[in-house]
C-alpha cells in the first residue's frame, strides 16, 4: 500500500519528544525558586493551550512571520500576568522557559524507531519549531535524524500545506513518496490535505496527566499504529 | 582566540568528501560500457572546472536560480558534445551521471572528524549541493552532522554571502559564531567576508592525479590546518 514511501518525516513535540514532562519539569523549577504555588503540569497544559492559535494568527495573516520562540514569549507573559505572578518571574527566568522547549526529553523508544526506519527510508524531522530550535533539541536528545526541516523555511506553520509541501520540495521527492508520522490528528489532516501518506503513531501520555491524548481512531490516516514497534513493523523495518 | 565559536560548518565536495575519485570511477564505467576512450579522471576535472563559472552566472544574475543538478547536467552535455562523443552517451547515463554526485565516498578521516567535533560543537553540513542532494549524499557516506544547510535554501551559491549568513540565521548564532570549514581558498574568502571565522582544511588529493589542491598558505583564515586531526586538536577536541 505504502511502497512509493521513500521519506518518513516526523512531527517532534508529542511525537518523537515527551513535552509535557520536560516542560512541566522546567516550569516546577522557576515555580519553586520563585515559591509560586502554581501547578506546573496544569501551567504546561495551559501554554500548550496558546500553541494552535498563536500559529493559526500566522497562517491567517493576522500578523508577520514569527519564530515559535516569540509566539511562546508571548503566551507565556499573557499567561503569567493572569495568574496573578507577572511580578514573580524574572526577565531570565523567562528566558529559560521559552528556552525548555530546546531542551526535551525523547520518548524512550524514539531513538531506536528512528534508526530501524532509516536503513529503508529517509527519516527526517518535520516540526513547527524553529530550525535552530530543532537542532539544539535533537541533538540533545540524541535523535539520528538523516536531516531537520522545519516550518520556519515556509515561513508558515502546518497545519498549512506550505511546510509539508516544501519538505518534499527540497528532498527531490513527490508529496505522495512522503509518510507523516504525528500523533496529533490536526497535523495527520494537514499532511493529508497537502497529498502526503500518514501515519498515527499513539502516544497515551503526551498531554500529561490532565488531558487525553489524541486517538489513531478519531483521525483519517494510512497507517495507525499503537506504539513505536507497530509502526516500524507495520513499514516493513 | 575562536571561543566565540559554537557552530562548526563544513563544505562537502573535496572537504568532507572525496568528488574526484567518485565522479571518476562512475565517469569510467559509462565510458568503458559505451567504448569511449577518454580519460576518465581527466573528463572530472573539466567537467569540475565549469563548476565555478556556473554559479558565478547564477550569483551575477545572468540567470535564474538553478539547482545544482542543472547545472552538472548542462555542463555534462557541453563537454561530451566538445569531446564529439555526444551520441555515445544515452539519456539515461547523463541522468546517472548527474546522480553520481549524490553518491560520493567520504574521506576516511570525516566521519571521525565529525563525531570528535559534535562533542563540544554543533557540526553542520554547508554546501553548494541542493538539500535533496546533499541529504542523500550524507547518508550514504554515513557521515554523522547534527543538521544539513545547503545554499538552495539561500538560491544564492557560495561564495556570495547570503548562504554563510542564512546558515548563522537558521541556527540562531551570529556570523562570528560560526567556523566554515574548506578546502578551497573561494569558500574561505567567501566566508571571511560574510563575517565568518575560517579554518581551511588541507585534502592533497582533492583535485585528483592532475591537479595541484588548494593548500592553506595561500589563504588567509583562522586556522590552517594540515589534517582531520590537527583541525581537531587545534579546535581542542
Known amino acids: 500500500m505504502l511502497d512509493d514511501v521513500r521519506v518518513v518525516a516526523f512531527d517532534i513535540f508529542g511525537t518523537t ?6 516542560i512541566a519539569e522546567q ?8 515559591r509560586i504555588g502554581l501547578d506546573p503540569a496544569a501551567f504546561a497544559d495551559s501554554w500548550r493551550d496558546r500553541y494552535l492559535p498563536a500559529m493559526a494568527r500566522v497562517n491567517n495573516a493576522e500578523r508577520e512571520w514569527a519564530y515559535l520562540d516569540a509566539l511562546h514569549r508571548e503566551s507565556l507573559d499573557a499567561l503569567l500576568a493572569e ?16 528556552r525548555a522547549w530546546h531542551r ?14 532509516r536503513r529503508r527510508y529517509t527519516v527526517v524531522a518535520l516540526s513547527n519549531g524553529g530550525f535552530g530550535l530543532l537542532v539544539d533539541l535533537v541533538k ?3 535523535l539520528p535524524f538523516d536531516a531537520i526541516l522545519s516550518a520556519e523555511l515556509a515561513r508558515t506553520y502546518k497545519p498549512a500545506p506550505a511546510p509539508y509541501l516544501i519538505a518534499a520540495q527540497l ?15 490536526w497535523d495527520i489532516d494537514g499532511a ?13 501520555a503526551e498531554k500529561g496527566p490532565y488531558r487525553e491524548a489524541d486517538r489513531a481512531a478519531g483521525t483519517t490516516c494510512d497507517i495507525p499504529a ?6 516500524a513493523t507495520r513499514l516493513g523495518c
Open 171 to 185: 528532498l527531490d521527492v513527490d508529496p505522495g513518496e512522503v509518510l507523516m508520522v504525528a500523533a496529533h490528528g
Open 140 to 142: 540533545a536528545a540524541g
Open 27 to 34: 516550569v516546577g523549577e522557576v515555580f519553586e525558586r520563585r
Open 83 to 98: 495568574h496573578g505572578v507577572g511580578n514573580a518571574v524574572s526577565e531570565s527566568d523567562r528566558m529559560r522557559l521559552v
Open 17 to 22: 519528544v515527551d513535552w509535557h514532562t520536560g
Open 226 to 231: 499503537t506504539s513505536a514497534s507497530d509502526l
Open 192 to 204: 493529508r490535505a497537502a497529498g502526503l501518506r500518514t501515519a498515527f503513531l499513539e502516544r497515551p
Open 104 to 117: 526535551l526529553p525523547a520518548w524512550p523508544d524514539s531513538a531506536e524507531l528512528l534508526t530501524r526506519l
